[in-house]
C-alpha cells in the first residue's frame, strides 16, 4: 500500500508529453497543452493583454475637459511646432500623417521662417492664436501676422487630450487638400474695372474678394500681366470641386497686373453694400434682364460668396418657375378658381400652409401673392417626377452647371425626385437648391420673356460662350406669370417691400425651413424696370420682412 501511494506521488511531479508539448499535472489533474499554451502561448498572451486593456480602459479619462488638459494640450503642440520639432507636433495631434504633412509644407513650401505661436485666452476646448514670422524667398522677405485656432479633444482610447487635426489650424483659409505655397505665382494678377473704368478693391467694396480671386483665375494668364512672388492658398480637389479659386495671403514682391473689365454698377455696387451690412448672413445680386449683366453682388459676410456659390432652398420664390410649368399644362390659371386648402397630404407627408390659413373660393393669382403652399402641393398628382426638373432646365437655364459667368458659380439644382420630395420642390423645399444669383436670374428672365445667362465679365473678353435656354414661354404663360408676380409685388407679401416702385414691376417672397434653425431663410426676388434683383437673409425670418427691403432698395436705384 504504501509503494503505491509513493508511485502516485512520483507519477503526480512528473511532467508529462502530450501532442509534442509538455503539460504540468498540478494535483492529480493534467491541464491540456492546447488550453494552458494556446499553441505557442497564446492563450496566456490573451489573458495578459486583456488584463492589460481592462487596467487601461479603467485609466481612460473621460467627461469634459479641464481648462489645464486644454492649455497643456494647446501648448506643448504649439511649442513643438515653433521649436520645429514636427514629428512631435504631429504626434499631439490626432492624424499624424496629415498633420505632418501641413507642417513640413508650412517650412518646406510656404517658406514661413522664424515663426512663433502665441496662444490666446482659451474658450472651452477651442484656443485661438497668433503666429508671427517671415516668408523669404530667393532673397525677398516680409513679415508675416495671422490669427488661426486649434481645438482640443480627447484621444480615443486613453481619453488623453489631444489637438483635433484640421487643415485651418495652421491656416484658417485651408481646407482639406489645400496647401500653402510661396514662389512666383502661377497667374499674374489682374486690376478689375467696374463698366465706368474705376478699380475694384476690397477697400472699397469689402465684398469682392472672392469676386476678385476668381477674376485673377480665369483673367488673370490672358490679361496682359507679369507673376509677381507670394504667399497663397493653392486649392486641393476637393475645394476645385467647391469651385473655390486659389487666394493670395501675401505678396513678396509685386507683379504687374493685367486689366480686366466688369459690368458691376459702381453706384448699385456701393449701395448693395450697405444694404447686406444692415442685417447678418445677408446676400444680393442685382442684374439687368435685358442683357443678363451683373450689376452688384454683396454679401454680408466676407468668406464666402454665398451669393453666387451659395446652395440653399429657395422656399417659395420657386413657386414663379413652378406656376410657369402649372400654367403651361393647363393646371393652373391667373384668374381661374384655384384650391388653396389648410392642409394637403401627398407622398405619405401633409404639407401645411403658413399658419394653416386657407383661401375659400379663391384664385390662382390669390394663391400666389399669400405664398399657399397647398395650391401648389395639390397638383403634384398631375405631374410627372421630371417636369420640374425639365422647365428649370429648358425655360429658365438653371440647373446645368454650364454658366460661364467670369468666376465661379453655383448654377442651381432642381434634381428629378418622386412622392413627397418632388411635391416639396414645387414650394422650393426637397432637394431644391438655389442662391441670390439664381433667383435674380428667374425674376430677369420673367421680365425680359427670355433667360440670358447673367455674366460678370462680357464674353467678348475671352470668346467664351454663354449658356442658353432650350425654349421660351408662350405669350400667354408669360403675360399670366408677370401678372401673377406683379399682383404680389402691389397686394400680395411682397406688397410692404415694394410700396411705390410700381407699375412696372413684379415680385414673390419666400421663406425656407431649415432643420435646427429656429427661423427660416428669408428670400425675395423681384423686378423693375430694366433690374432685377435676388436676396436672402439666412435664419431671418420671413422673405418680405427681411430680404424684401434689401431688394427694393436697389430695385428704387434703377
Request: charged content about 20%; hydrophobic content about 40%; aromatic content about 6%.
Amino acid at each position: 500500500m504504501g509503494k503505491r501511494r509513493r508511485v502516485a506521488e512520483r507519477r503526480r511531479t512528473k511532467p508529462a508529453v502530450v501532442g509534442g508539448v509538455l503539460a504540468v499535472v498540478v494535483g492529480g489533474v493534467g491541464i491540456g497543452a492546447y488550453a494552458l499554451y494556446g499553441g505557442d502561448g497564446a492563450a496566456a498572451d490573451e489573458r495578459t493583454a486583456a488584463s492589460a486593456a481592462s487596467q487601461k480602459a479603467k485609466a481612460a479619462k473621460t467627461g469634459p475637459l479641464s481648462a489645464v488638459e486644454v492649455t497643456t494640450a494647446a501648448q506643448g503642440f504649439l511649442t513643438a511646432w515653433q521649436q520645429g520639432r514636427l514629428p512631435q507636433a504631429a504626434a499631439a495631434t490626432d492624424d499624424a500623417t496629415a498633420a505632418t504633412a501641413l507642417l513640413t509644407g508650412f517650412v518646406e513650401d510656404a517658406h514661413i521662417e522664424k515663426a512663433t505661436f502665441t496662444p490666446g485666452t482659451p474658450a472651452g476646448d477651442k484656443v485661438p492664436f497668433t503666429v508671427k514670422g517671415t516668408v523669404t524667398y530667393k532673397g525677398v522677405s516680409k513679415p508675416l501676422t495671422y490669427t488661426s485656432a486649434l481645438t482640443v479633444v480627447r484621444r480615443a482610447g486613453d481619453g488623453e487630450p489631444i489637438v483635433r487635426w484640421q487643415p485651418s489650424v495652421v491656416h484658417p483659409d485651408l481646407q482639406a487638400g489645400d496647401t500653402l505655397v510661396t514662389g512666383e505665382s502661377g497667374t499674374p494678377p489682374v486690376k478689375a474695372l467696374d463698366r465706368d473704368g474705376g478699380e475694384i478693391t476690397t477697400a472699397k467694396y469689402p465684398s469682392l474678394g472672392t469676386v476678385l480671386d476668381g477674376l485673377r483665375e480665369k483673367y488673370g494668364k490672358i490679361a496682359g500681366g507679369k507673376a509677381g512672388i507670394e504667399l497663397r492658398v493653392v486649392r486641393g480637389k476637393e475645394s476645385k470641386a467647391k469651385k473655390a479659386a486659389d487666394k493670395t495671403l501675401l505678396e513678396l514682391s509685386e507683379g504687374t497686373p493685367g486689366t480686366v473689365k466688369t459690368t458691376l454698377s459702381p453706384r448699385l455696387q456701393a449701395a448693395a453694400e450697405q444694404q447686406v451690412a444692415t442685417r447678418q448672413r445677408a446676400s444680393v445680386v442685382v442684374l439687368r434682364p435685358s442683357t443678363g449683366e451683373i450689376l452688384a453682388v454683396a454679401n454680408s459676410g466676407h468668406g464666402f460668396n454665398t451669393a453666387f456659390q451659395g446652395s440653399l432652398a429657395p422656399g417659395s420664390t420657386m413657386k414663379v418657375i413652378t406656376s410657369s410649368l402649372l400654367i403651361e399644362k393647363g393646371l393652373a390659371g391667373a384668374d381661374k378658381a384655384h384650391p388653396c386648402p389648410k392642409t394637403f397630404k401627398y407622398g405619405g407627408w401633409e404639407f401645411h400652409n403658413d399658419d394653416d390659413f386657407e383661401i375659400k373660393n379663391g384664385s390662382f393669382k390669390a394663391s400666389f401673392a399669400r405664398s399657399c403652399n397647398t395650391a401648389f402641393i395639390s397638383q403634384a398628382p398631375e405631374l410627372d417626377n421630371s417636369d420640374l426638373t425639365r422647365q428649370a432646365q429648358q425655360v429658365f437655364g438653371l440647373s446645368m452647371n454650364n454658366w460661364s459667368v467670369g468666376v465661379p458659380t453655383f448654377d442651381g439644382s432642381v434634381p428629378v425626385q418622386s412622392q413627397a420630395p418632388m411635391a416639396a420642390s414645387l414650394i422650393g423645399q426637397g432637394g431644391v437648391r438655389m442662391n441670390p444669383l439664381n433667383m435674380a436670374s428667374v425674376a430677369a428672365t420673367v421680365k425680359s420673356g427670355v433667360f440670358h445667362q447673367p455674366y460678370l465679365v462680357s464674353p467678348d473678353v475671352d470668346h467664351r460662350t454663354l449658356a442658353t435656354a432650350q425654349r421660351t414661354m408662350s405669350a400667354g404663360t408669360l403675360a399670366q406669370l408677370r401678372e401673377l408676380m406683379r399682383y404680389t409685388a402691389a397686394y400680395g407679401t411682397a406688397a410692404q417691400a415694394m410700396s411705390g416702385l410700381g407699375p412696372d414691376y413684379g415680385a414673390k417672397t419666400g421663406s425656407a425651413e431649415v432643420d435646427g434653425q429656429e427661423k427660416p431663410n428669408g428670400w425675395f426676388t423681384a423686378y423693375r424696370g430694366d433690374l432685377a434683383a435676388a436676396g436672402v437673409v439666412q435664419a431671418g425670418g420671413h422673405g418680405g420682412e427681411t430680404a424684401g427691403p434689401i431688394v427694393a432698395a436697389l430695385l428704387r436705384m434703377g
